[in-house]
């Protein structure tokens, strides 16, 4: 990050570029932000030291390896009482086919986006874990039947 610990444009432009391809190498990265490599590296490294990189993952397609079908589940709890929230986020944190979990407002606690290999695991899931989790009340699916958009990429102020 610039000296002063506050994004400049180059910071943003190394976020915008490892949004695009965290593989890219280092000196192909600070070519395209007009940096010479070692401090393209130094500010990444910073940028990691910070937080404002949490991570690199590689983005899997869920038809290619088995988990194309998605859903999202809403999900309301019979009370809202901290001993009920906290077991049923602790059972969702451990499930794999749970891709996102946010505690929502409205008329539902939770929505839960879920990806699994089709509709026969998605019942699997939706009976033998959501319809035993102690303090579930009731849940909604809603399946998408066309992807409009789908980025990890955050705006960069």
């Known amino acids: 990050m610039a000296q002063s610990g506050i994004m400049d444009s180059i910071d943003r432009a190394i976020l915008r570029q490892l949004q695009r391809d965290s593989s890219i190498p280092n000196q192909e990265l600070a070519a395209r932000v007009g940096l010479s490599p070692s401090p393209c590296l130094r ?26 079908f998605e859903a999202f589940v809403e999900v309301r709890l019979e009370k809202q009482s901290e001993a009920v929230a906290q077991g049923f986020e602790q059972t969702i ?44 009340a009731n849940t909604r699916t809603i399946l998408p039947v066309k992807r409009i958009k789908a980025t990890t990429a955050r705006r960069i102020a």
Do not use: N, W
């Open 43 to 68: 500010r990444v490294r910073a940028l990691e030291a910070s937080g404002a990189i949490s991570g690199y993952v590689a983005i899997l397609d869920g038809a290619a390896i088995g988990t194309g």
């Open 93 to 136: 944190r451990g499930r794999d086919e749970v891709l996102e979990c946010a505690f929502i407002t409205g008329d539902y606690d939770y929505l839960l986006k879920v990806a699994v290999a089709d509709m026969a695991a998605f019942h699997q899931f939706m009976s033998q874990v959501l319809g035993r989790q102690p303090g579930v």
